[in-house]
């Protein structure tokens, strides 16, 4: 596939600010529950425009996916996995709280997302001047993580008291966060084993920048099955589905609105990776992650969340941001 460092680059800044800012519309949505968001943000960004952007931008799409069944499937079980990390995500805030729970879980999908597709493709790129830097950049994106998610929990007034905490459910909490890490970085997982349809694509006739397409619509579509399971669940068990009848127009459009604009943002990075050469899964991952936390930190100071936050979180949120793009800069030379 073709590369061109510049182009990549921004793609993949565009698909970070995209994944940082989608959830802003649903602010909107004051008589709606985080289930009735999801649950139409699920149809918009993981079921209606990946399938009409592949069936538009891909030539001969069902005759790509015959010949490559053996890919299909595995891409299709990547974005299985990733649907259910998408769900112990949210669990695993519930179980630990932020400040615990997203140091381990972002940590986990920053790395592992990152990391793995260079063992994949080739483990001795990892001791190459490239893979040092790559690995470095990392590093410390992980201590801004770390750093971000700590300011953020003492800027959340409804953070949960700690000591209150049984061991059990600690236990729980720490499985189900590594768990979710792990499954987090599964629709990169998906990108990368995707590539030889997007090799076949390209010789049916797909252009470069829209091949990547094809990964998507099979892998966010296993990824919506998940999410709107359990939406439907949540729907059902809290009486919420009745929502969807007391609010207007409004909630809807906002809803589908974050769905496409984070559906956006996987576009962007697939173009955006390519584009980035060999280690293109691994650069694009990490930088598309980081930046998506940078932006989101960013416009939730914009919108006032940090009006009435302390000075010490301020501080450590600034801190974590310097920090933050000093490892987007790491990685953004190599």
């Given at each position: 596939?073709e590369?061109n460092n510049?182009a990549?680059?921004l ?6 600010s995209f994944s ?6 649903f602010k909107?949505n004051?008589k709606w ?9 699920s ?5 209606i ?12 799409l069902?005759e790509?996916?015959?010949?490559s069944?053996?890919?299909v499937l ?7 996995i ?15 709280g932020v400040?615990?729970?997203l140091?381990i879980m972002?940590?986990?999908i920053?790395s592992?997302?990152?990391?793995m ?13 490239q ?7 990392v ?5 801004g993580?770390v ?13 949960e008291d700690e000591t209150g905490r049984t061991?059990?459910?600690f236990?729980?909490g720490l499985?189900?966060?590594i768990l979710?890490?792990?499954f987090g ?6 990108f990368?084993?995707?590539?030889p ?11 470069t ?10 892998a966010l579509?296993?990824?919506?099955v ?7 669940y949540?729907l ?8 969807f009848?007391n609010a207007?127009?409004?909630h809807?459009?906002?809803?589908a609105?974050?769905?496409l604009?984070?559906?956006?943002s996987v576009m962007?990075y697939g ?17 598309m992650q980081s930046?998506?936390i940078i ?9 006032g969340e940090?009006?009435?936050a302390?000075?010490?979180a301020m501080?450590?949120?600034?801190a974590g941001?310097?920090?933050?793009v ?8 190599v």
């Amino acid at each position: 596939m073709e590369t061109n460092n510049a182009a990549g680059m921004l793609l993949v800044i565009i698909a970070g600010s995209f994944s940082g800012t989608f959830a802003i519309p649903f602010k909107f949505n004051t008589k709606w529950q985080w289930e009735n968001n999801w649950a139409v943000w699920s149809v918009f960004a993981l079921l209606i425009t990946p399938w009409i952007v592949s069936l538009v931008t891909v030539p001969k799409l069902f005759e790509i996916y015959s010949e490559s069944i053996d890919n299909v499937l595995l891409v299709a079980l990547f974005g299985t996995i990733w649907g259910i990390g998408a769900i112990l995500f949210g669990r695993g805030i519930h179980y630990l709280g932020v400040s615990l729970s997203l140091p381990i879980m972002l940590g986990l999908i920053n790395s592992v997302g990152t990391i793995m597709p260079i063992v994949y493709k080739n483990p001795a790129d990892l001791f190459t001047q490239q893979g040092v830097q790559i690995l470095l950049g990392v590093a410390i994106l992980l201590v801004g993580i770390v750093i971000v998610s700590i300011a953020g929990s003492k800027n959340d007034s409804e953070n949960e008291d700690e000591t209150g905490r049984t061991k059990k459910a600690f236990t729980i909490g720490l499985i189900v966060c590594i768990l979710a890490g792990i499954f987090g970085p599964m629709v990169n997982f998906a990108f990368v084993f995707g590539e030889p349809m997007q090799l076949k694509a390209i010789e049916l006739g797909t252009s470069t920048t829209f091949a990547s397409n094809t990964v998507w619509s099979i892998a966010l579509t296993c990824g919506f099955v998940t999410n709107f399971g359990y939406c439907i669940y949540l729907l059902k068990k809290n009486g919420t589905d009745k929502q969807f009848n007391n609010a207007g127009i409004k909630h809807w459009i906002f809803a589908a609105l974050s769905g496409l604009i984070w559906y956006g943002s996987v576009m962007f990075y697939g173009v955006g990776s390519n584009k980035l050469g060999e280690m293109g899964a691994s650069v694009g991952w990490v930088l598309m992650q980081s930046l998506a936390i940078i932006a989101g930190n960013v416009s939730g100071i914009l919108a006032g969340e940090w009006k009435n936050a302390n000075h010490r979180a301020m501080r450590l949120m600034t801190a974590g941001m310097v920090v933050l793009v000093l490892g987007v800069l790491i990685i953004a030379y190599v």
